[in-house]
Every structure is written in structure tokens, then in C-alpha cells.
């Protein structure tokens, strides 16, 4: 609060995720609103590794309102190296693999990814580059279809 | 039963807010129709049939699930998103196999994980600093985080603007004159950075203000027949005039007396936890030394305030000042106390200024004292385990809050345990540590209070 330079503190993972499930929990201040993200399973999952996300597609793009659902792995070495995301609805993005597994390489977060970036930076990378160009005239499949 | 409030957060920003939802039994899709129905009230490109989908926590939420199993709880926020060809998108991908997606979806319940939300905690009722700070309000003023950036800005960069604040009070002004330990404690940044971190620290302040509770719930539940007020006038009067009558030639004070006879006559200057032992080191020993004998362990100052209010009646202040202007009785009175006569012996310029009848008269002024209460709040605040009970007195004037030592063995305990919660940096631990009096609880808050980033 005073005087600390408190960007140099390293918040341990389990405190950085409780943060962040809280506010995915809440749902309310600073979460845009085409975003959302929980725990898969709250009740087991003490590590929270597990989660879920949806993301709503933007406006002017092809995925336009669809909710796209997400599974979110944080492994043990989150938050020093960015979740693994992968598409549970089937998308047709150049960053998104055969089996839904979002390239972070390509999506650009692997290289910019900061320990004290979040589940909701992740999604939100996702959700910022289905408007790029090369993503937002792409062809989709039909609504509803699922890896 | 008990009902739940509930808000609904479109992709557009709108939000509408369903209260009294009986989450239990309410199912998705009841509340999906409740929801477009609200929606349609105020959006005209929605009808009541409209195809509303619920977010919530990464999940599109199960028709036939309760919002209980779906982890709602109250003050949940939920997204909806609502497919109607409305929007001027050129696709027209939006059709009504939403519902397919819906029911596809393998959610299952969540129990919903308790989410503490300790910014909750309750600023209000802590009245102190005002005065020391050079003018009352000045404690709202702190909790607002932009006056509190400007506070932190002015410590750091120019401390001797808050000293010119505190000097421009009347009291203060004299009582940093008259004791230049006290004057150099008060302007000293890190010691009133450490003021106001209290001051300010939600977790600080509640524990703060529940040993407030605890300490008047237990004045009130004192047997006997004492309300507090009158214990503290006896506390105080008694062991006054027990001295003067030792002393033969005191003025007889002539305040009328609610003493129990049977009740034991506190030291004055025992009790708080040498208190007085301590207290004249830094403070206006007398002001400290009395409010602090007075008070007898256990009390808090927010006694002290008590004490202030009974030095307005006339007849205390009467038999106080009669007291006052005998110095040899006060000298004598002070003799009596091995801690505080040792303490003068140390000391030549506080034994002066301790036996100056004006001075003293000065420091049981209602209105120093009060400030002086709000004054040991806030340093007792600040110290480890400071707390409210005895050893206020005490704990206000080591010098000037952090306990003697390398932090590293001072805090080992909560060292460790902040390594066990996964902090590893040793300096910024200390530093958290030492800002919060060693309260590891505080410290975790302090350690993560910082912003998360973002690359988008």
C-alpha cells in the first residue's frame, strides 16, 4: 500500500487462483462481459487445475454471439507459464488445432505471457484474436458442433 | 426459505437484477423465462420467447439444473446472452440450435467455493487520528484511495508538510515542544506511514475494532455494580487522593467519591502495563502516565475517551488541579513507583517537566488528552500485539514501533509461515511484515494487493 514496490511480489499460485476464482465467481466488476470462467469441479479439485471457460464470439466476426466453450488446464507451473485452453465447441480459427487445443504460440501468449497475467487474459487473448483479420471471415461450423 | 438476489449481466453491458430467487428450487429454465421477460421491459428487439442463455462460472447453465446446483449464490453475477437476429451482423448464424449447446453441456453442480471477501470489513467507527492529523474528518478522508495515494506521495516526499499539519494544532504543537522525542517520533515518515498503513488497513482495523467491541463488552459486564464511567473516576481519583493523604500538606480534592470502600485502590501507575513505566520516555509523561494508570489493564482507549469526558466535570478538574499545582505531591506520588523513578533518574529533563504543575495541568486539558488517546490507538495499533489491553502504555513508546532486532529473527515465526504459504521473497515478507506489526494475516493481504496485469 505504502511505499512497497509491490509488482516484485510473487504471489504464490494457490493465493493468484483463489483471486481469480473469486473473481470469476463474482462475475461483476472488471470481468468483460463475454467473458466466464469457474472451476471445472470445485468440490474435488484442490489444486484448482481444472476449469472452465466460455467466451462470447465478438460482433462482426463470423462466431458472432455464439458461446464457445472452453476447457482450461492450469498446470502446476501456472502462473509462470500460461494455461492450456482448448475448445470444447468446434471453432475454425487459425490458432485453434484439429482438436481444439488453442496454439498459444501462435496466439501470441506464449511469448508474452507475465506471471501475474490470468485465466481471464488468456481467454481474452482468444477472444481479441477471432477479430484478426485472417479469423473473422472464417467459415465456422454449424452452432453446437462439439469436438 | 431463504431467497437470494441475483444479477444478470448482458455482452452489452445491461443489468438487471431478479431478487427474492428461491435458488433451490428456482430451476435455469424458469429463470431463463424470468429473465427474457425482464429483458423484453425495457428492449424492445426481445420478446418473453426470446432465446436467453445463462453464463455462469465458464458454463452455459443446464435447463433443468436448480441455480443452487449451479453454484449461484447471493450477489452472483450471471452473463446472458440472448440469440435473436436482431443485431445488424451481416451472418445470420444465430438460429435455434442454441439449445443444443445448452443441453450438451456436461455441467455438473458446484458446490460454490466461499469467496472471503475481506474489503467488506467496516472502516467506520474508528474515530482516532482526526486530532493528530491536524483536523477531525481527516480518517474518511484517509479511506478514500486517491487522498491516501496524495498521503503516501506527501510522506515520502515531504514529511515536514505533516509536521507543519500536526504543529498547527494547538495541543500538539505543545506537546511536541515540550518533549522532542515525541516531535521527532511524530515526524518521522516511516512512523506515520505506519500510522496511517493502520489506519487504513481493512484487516488492522477490524481486529482493531472488535478487541474495541470486546474490551466494552466486557467494561459493561463488569459485576459489581461499576458502570464504566464511574470506574474509571474512581480508578483515577482514588489513587490521587490516597497519594495526596501520604503526602500530609496535599489540597483535600473535594469531588464527591462513588468508591466502594472494599473495592482495592489500583496503583496508579500499575496496571496498564507499565504503562507509565514506559510512557514517559517519548510521550507528555504525565498525560501518558495517568490516562494509562487510570485505565488498569484490559480497558482500550476508547477509555480513554471516557476519561477525557470525565475531565470535563468541573469537580475532577478541581481535584485534579489541586493535585496539579502541588509538585511535591506529584514528586512523591512518582517516588513511590520504583519504574517511574528510575525512569526520572534517567531522564533529568522529564523529571522538569514532569513537576511543572503547568505542564501537567496542560496534559489533562480534555482535549489533549483525547487526542493523546487517539494518538496511543494508532501506535498501538501498529505494534505487534499491541492490541488494546494493558500494554498500550507500554507498547506505544518502544521506540519508535518496530520491536528491537534484525526483522529476520523479530518476525522468524511469521517468516516461516509466509514461506509455507508459498511467499518466497524474504524482502518484500519483511517488508509486509513490518508494515503490519507482524500480523501475517495483514501481511498476506498487503503481499497480494497488488494489480494483476494484462497483454491484450
Redesign the interface.
Known amino acids: 500500500m505504502f511505499g512497497s514496490s509491490s509488482e516484485d511480489v510473487v504471489v504464490p499460485r494457490a493465493f493468484k487462483l483463489l483471486k481469480e476464482l473469486e473473481k470469476g465467481e463474482k462475475g461483476g466488476a472488471g470481468l468483460p462481459p463475454y467473458l466466464s470462467y469457474g472451476l471445472a469441479d470445485a468440490d474435488e479439485d484442490e489444486d484448482m487445475r481444472a476449469w472452465t471457460g466460455t467466451i462470447l464470439g465478438p460482433a462482426g466476426t463470423t462466431l458472432d454471439m455464439r458461446v464457445l466453450e472452453l476447457a482450461i488446464e492450469c498446470g502446476s507451473a501456472y502462473p509462470e507459464r500460461p494455461p492450456e485452453m482448448r475448445f470444447k465447441t468446434k471453432v475454425n480459427l487459425p490458432f485453434v488445432k484439429g482438436d481444439g487445443t488453442v496454439d498459444l504460440k501462435t496466439l501470441g501468449v506464449a511469448q508474452a505471457w507475465k506471471r501475474n497475467n490470468s485465466i481471464e487474459d488468456a481467454l481474452n487473448a482468444v477472444y481479441h484474436a477471432m477479430m484478426r483479420p485472417e479469423c473473422r471471415r472464417a467459415p465456422q461450423p454449424a452452432e453446437g458442433t462439439r469436438y | 426459505m431463504s431467497t437470494i438476489a441475483l444479477?444478470f449481466?448482458?455482452?452489452?453491458?445491461a443489468k438487471i437484477t431478479l431478487e427474492d430467487v428461491d435458488a433451490t428450487t428456482l430451476t435455469v429454465r424458469d429463470a431463463r423465462a424470468r429473465v427474457a421477460a425482464r429483458l423484453a421491459e425495457s428492449d424492445a428487439t426481445i420478446d418473453a420467447s426470446a432465446n436467453v442463455?445463462l453464463?455462469?462460472?465458464?458454463?452455459?447453465l443446464r435447463d433443468e439444473a436448480t441455480l443452487a446446483a449451479c453454484?449461484c449464490?447471493n450477489?452472483?453475477?450471471?452473463?446472458v446472452?440472448t440469440?435473436t437476429t436482431t443485431?445488424t451482423?451481416t451472418?445470420t448464424?444465430?438460429?435455434a440450435?442454441?439449445t443444443?449447446?445448452a443441453a450438451?453441456?456436461a455441467a455438473?453442480a458446484?458446490?460454490?467455493?466461499g469467496?472471503a471477501?475481506a474489503s467488506d470489513a467496516p472502516f467506520g467507527g474508528f474515530g482516532g487520528g482526526g486530532a493528530a492529523l491536524g483536523g477531525s474528518g481527516a480518517l474518511d478522508l484517509m479511506n478514500n484511495p486517491f487522498v491516501?495515494s496524495q498521503m503516501?506521495a506527501l510522506?515520502?516526499e515531504r514529511p515536514e508538510t505533516l509536521r507543519e499539519m500536526m504543529e498547527s494544532q494547538p495541543g500538539m504543537r505543545e506537546a511536541m515542544a515540550a518533549n522532542p522525542e515525541l516531535a521527532s517520533a511524530l515526524t518521522d515518515p516511516e512512523t506515520l506511514?505506519r500510522m496511517?498503513?493502520t489506519m487504513?488497513?481493512p484487516s488492522l482495523m477490524a481486529e482493531q475494532m472488535r478487541n474495541n467491541d470486546r474490551a466494552m463488552s466486557n467494561i459493561e459486564m463488569m459485576p459489581g455494580g461499576f458502570n464504566a464511567l464511574r470506574r474509571m473516576y474512581t480508578d483515577v481519583q482514588a489513587p490521587m487522593e490516597r497519594a495526596a493523604e501520604r503526602d500530609m500538606d496535599a489540597a483535600a480534592p473535594t469531588a464527591t467519591r462513588t468508591v466502594n470502600p472494599d473495592e482495592p485502590l489500583p496503583n496508579p501507575w500499575g496496571g496498564a502495563g507499565g504503562g507509565a513505566g514506559g510512557g514517559g520516555a517519548a510521550m507528555p509523561p504525565a498525560g501518558g502516565g495517568f490516562s494509562m494508570g487510570g485505565i488498569g489493564g484490559g480497558a482500550g482507549a476508547s477509555q480513554i475517551e471516557q476519561m477525557a469526558e470525565m475531565m470535563q466535570n468541573p469537580q475532577m478538574r478541581a481535584a485534579m488541579d489541586s493535585v496539579m499545582s502541588n509538585p511535591q505531591m506529584l514528586e512523591s506520588m512518582l517516588n513511590m513507583h520504583p519504574q517511574a523513578r528510575q525512569m526520572m533518574e534517567a531522564n533529568p529533563q522529564m523529571r522538569e517537566t514532569l513537576s511543572n504543575p503547568e505542564f501537567l495541568r496542560q496534559m489533562m486539558n480534555p482535549e489533549n488528552l483525547r487526542a493523546m488517546a487517539q494518538m496511543q490507538q494508532l501506535f498501538g495499533d501498529a505494534m505487534p500485539g499491541g492490541g488494546l489491553g494493558g500494554g498500550l502504555g507500554g507498547s506505544m513508546f518502544a521506540p519508535p514501533v518496530a520491536p528491537a532486532g534484525p526483522p529476520e529473527e523479530v518476525y522468524a515465526s511469521q517468516l516461516s509461515q509466509l514461506n509455507d504459504?508459498?511467499?518466497?521473497?524474504q524482502e518484500?515478507n519483511i517488508?509486509?511484515l513490518q508494515?503490519t506489526g507482524g500480523n501475517v494475516h495483514a501481511a498476506?493481504e498487503?503481499?497480494?494487493?497488488?494489480?494483476?496485469?494484462?497483454?491484450?
Not at chain 2, 449481466?9 to 453491458?13: D, L, T, Y
Not at chain 2, 504459504?421 to 521473497?425: H, L, Q, V
Open positions: 444479477h449481466k448482458r455482452a452489452n453491458g442463455r453464463i455462469f462460472k465458464g458454463r452455459v453454484g449464490a450477489e452472483s453475477v450471471v452473463h446472452v440469440s443485431t451482423t451472418t448464424t444465430t438460429a440450435t442454441a443444443a449447446t450438451a453441456t455438473t458446484i458446490g460454490g467455493r469467496t471477501t491516501r503516501e510522506l515520502s506511514r496511517m498503513n487504513t488497513n504459504m508459498g511467499f518466497f521473497s518484500e517488508r509486509a508494515a498476506v498487503r503481499l497480494l494487493s497488488n494489480p494483476g496485469g494484462g497483454f491484450a
